[in-house]
């Protein structure tokens, strides 16, 4: 399947993508509820990190960039399902839980790379499989700090900030105009995601800050059409949500 894929231009894959995200976002939805919102957002937030260790390039941008974008823009449909059928603290909670799972996986992958691989002479003939495994989990699981730190803080702002904007703007039209909380809220936090994530991680943290120049137009704006398209297709499926309801918010 991955190497049909492959042969697709990359714009198409990234959504078929989003709308296989989306669409195991509602199911989650309708068999476990608020539950299973959290559980998509923990996966979710996982899943994105190590997504985003691959580039891929994008004819309509400039630069290669780094995937995983269609993957957390799922995390704000979650968090706008949780704002519209349960309520702002819901919301809240699944932020903190989906950070808490990243934070404890993060600790557990650490552990992991403690142990000392084996070496040849231990490896033999039997288990020289097991040499190229070790530096493979290093790509995989070893923690940039300034990337880690920068990931987790914009995280925390912009969740908590698309929240805050959608339960204002439900609260004042008086539940109406859903596209308009759903995509306002998303369009606006993303762009405060881009901009903590580049700030701390390409300035604030960075041995080599990169220029004001370079850390607008290529770092926050360079990707920021491909977050605002995202946040439009998602759209249909928050309506389609209301068929996805589970059996309690029925009643």
Sequence with gaps: MSSFLMQLDPFWVALLSLGVYATVL???FKYGGQAGLYVYMAVAIIGANLQVLKVSYFEFLQS?????????????LATDLLSEYYNPAAARKGVL?????????????????AFAPLTPAQAGADYQWALTIHPALIHLFQPVPAIFVASLTAFLISQSLDIF??????KRTHSKWLFVRNNFSTILSTLIDNAVFSFIAFVLLAKNPIATKELIFTYILGTYALRILYALLDTPFI??????KPKALRL
């Design 64 to 76: 290669p960039v780094a995937l995983g974008t269609a993957l957390f823009s799922s995390i704000y």
């Design 165 to 170: 904007i959608y339960s204002a703007i439900k």
């Design 26 to 28: 509602l199911l989650f």
């Design 239 to 244: 309506y389609l949500a209301r068929f996805f």
């Design 97 to 113: 839980l989906s950070f808490a799972a990243l934070l404890l996986w993060t600790i557990l992958t650490t552990l992991l790379l």
